[in-house]
């Protein structure tokens, strides 16, 4: 099933949690709507599920309006971060509820019901647990169950609210990749709310970065980790070093040292913003007269095959820390230790100029 999202807006008192919306889905496609807490990313899933209602916009499932179609009505599953299930029921029956609340008209017999749970517990490899209650499993088993209950009535279209936000790392990676390999069998249309930018350029085959109650970029977890199209998408996704300066001809100028910026060939002395993931920095021992930008190690950490630097500027804002990875074995190989002074250029950097509406803190 298809979705179309158009011109939402939604203010809850004189906040505005969603300004003006709009976004399509294709049938069958996973896609993960990414951004901080406050962004709008939930309201905007609960207003798909017409568990909220939009001031305004409309909400279409394969053309059809669907905007006051009551949520019964919309064949849609819900996954909530912290599992909803029954505590007083078995996990069979869990599974098994929405099916026993049809309208008896529509209600399977019996045969089918039980049928369908084995089914799902077999589909998310817990079928051994039917007869255990929520309170005798792990929360990654308890999530699995949740979307097995999910599955159970036929969604045309999958929602899910930070499904693994309660979990531990470890189990949240499994339960990505899971989710993923569960998605290619389904194709299922499905929704998932994240503030996890690891888990949505992981899972998802689109996604939607939100701030401030509107849409910022969307494209495949490759086009916005390599081309973001604003400094709160550079700054939101991964680690980021921003460094403040001037944009003139070309050419972005920190202090005594400058970087590349061809896209700003016409800018004359222009405030501007550029940011350097930590893997793109270059570090070099100190010495006299070399390019870049003279550093302190203030902290070296290394882990299993890449050491992190934070390094102080010599002459840098007051508290600015520069953060720098670089494989293990090239940092033994330069000797470095805590204390040292190196240098720092970049492989690369993208250069935005500053605005008014740039968020003061982007990183």
């Given at each position: ?56 916009g409309g ?88 979307l097995a ?112 910026a061809p ?101």
């Amino acid at each position: 099933m298809s979705i179309e999202i158009r011109n939402i807006r939604k203010s809850f008192g004189q906040f505005h949690a969603l300004n003006d919306v709009s976004l399509n889905i294709e049938s069958g496609e996973l896609v993960a709507l990414l951004g901080p807490s406050g962004c709008g990313k939930t309201t905007l899933l609960r207003i798909i599920a017409g568990l909220e209602g939009a001031d305004s916009g409309g909400i279409f499932f394969d053309s059809a309006d669907t905007t006051d179609v009551h949520v019964r009505d919309r064949k849609v599953g819900f996954v909530f971060q912290h599992y909803a299930l029954f505590r007083h029921m078995t996990v069979f029956e869990n599974v098994a509820f929405g099916l026993r609340v049809k309208p008896a008209g529509q209600r399977p017999t019996e045969a089918v019901i039980k049928a369908r749970v084995h089914e799902l517990l077999n589909l998310v490899q817990l079928d051994w647990l039917a007869d255990r209650y929520p309170s005798q499993l792990s929360g990654g088993q308890r999530q699995r169950i949740a979307l097995a209950r999910a599955l159970a009535v036929a969604p045309k279209v999958l929602l899910l609210d930070e499904p693994f936000g309660a979990l531990d790392a470890k189990v949240r990676k499994q339960l990505r990749r899971w989710l993923r390999r569960l998605h290619d069998e389904l194709h299922v249309t499905s929704i998932f709310v994240t503030h996890d930018q690891e888990e949505a350029l992981e899972v998802a085959d689109r996604v939607v970065v939100m701030n401030r109650g509107q849409i910022e970029q969307i494209g495949t977890p490759q086009q916005v980790w390599e081309h973001p199209a604003s400094p709160f998408v550079y700054g939101f996704l991964g680690d980021v070093n921003l460094f403040r300066g001037r944009a003139h001809n070309g050419q972005l100028h920190l202090g005594d040292w400058s970087i590349d910026a061809p896209e700003h060939t016409s800018s004359l002395a222009a405030d501007a913003l550029a940011f350097v993931r930590p893997s793109d920095l270059v570090v070099t021992r100190h010495a006299a007269g070399a390019p870049g930008l003279a550093t302190r190690i203030d902290r070296a950490l290394v882990v299993g095959s890449f050491a992190r630097l934070e390094l102080i500027p010599q002459n840098g804002p007051v508290g600015q820390i520069i953060e720098a990875h670089l494989p293990a074995d090239e940092y033994r190989a330069l000797g470095l230790k805590e204390g040292d002074s190196v240098l720092v250029s970049p492989r690369k950097a993208r250069v935005f100029l500053e605005t008014a509406e740039d968020p003061a803190a982007l990183i």
